[in-house]
């Protein structure tokens, strides 16, 4: 069986190690995650971007996953290129800094470099209001639970079992989120049933 899958990924333009994981659930749903990491960055603030996430079934993904797949990694590989250029800058005024024989300008640079220094750490982890990360948390659950109802309202069964929050990201919805899965399995089923028989 022959697949374009590695030169689609060639096609991508991006230099570095991609790290693919596929998990499949007991339902049949996959779920792709990518990491892209380049050399000594990831070993930095590059940890702190995080992995892109994929859902849905066989069929689905092999159908829209690099459709959805390009733009992230056009993304990603465009911020890690910006956080190599800033590493080799910050590198290169700490240079200037040790070569310059004024020691007031060493006490003043030296004090920049530890604010300098500080600055990887925080530029992908910018400090969020608590209250506004749980609203921002619960608006992303909401969004997602109303596009499940709407699918499963037009028989999209698997669709809408894709699109389902991930009950880790949300231990206190753990409840909801399996119900609801058990709801549209057993919708899916009877829907395949239905379908089966008006083929027969």
Do not use: H, W
Request: charged share 30%.
């Amino acid at each position: 069986m022959k697949t374009q899958f590695f030169q689609q990924i060639a096609g991508l333009g991006f230099t570095g190690n991609f790290l693919l994981n596929i998990n499949q659930d007991e339902t049949g749903i996959l779920t792709v995650s990518a990491v892209l990491k380049k050399g000594s960055i990831t070993a930095t603030a590059g940890n702190s971007l995080p992995p892109m996430l994929f859902k849905g079934t066989a069929e689905e993904l092999d159908e829209g996953f690099f459709e959805q797949f390009a733009q992230p990694v056009k993304q990603t590989a465009g911020i890690i290129n910006n956080l190599e250029d800033y590493q080799k800058q910050l590198e290169k005024a700490k240079k200037n800094v040790k070569n310059g024989n004024d020691k007031t300008a060493k006490n003043s640079a030296s004090e920049t470099d530890d604010e300098t220094d500080e600055e990887p750490q925080n530029l992908f982890t910018p400090q969020v209001d608590d209250a506004q990360a749980k609203a921002e948390k619960k608006r992303l659950y909401d969004d997602a639970m109303e596009k499940v109802k709407e699918l499963a309202q037009n028989t999209k069964y698997a669709e809408a079992l894709a699109q389902l929050p991930d009950p880790a990201d949300y231990p206190d919805k753990v409840e909801a989120i399996e119900a609801k899965r058990q709801t549209l399995q057993a919708g899916k089923e009877a829907y395949d049933k239905l379908t089966a028989s008006f083929n027969d």
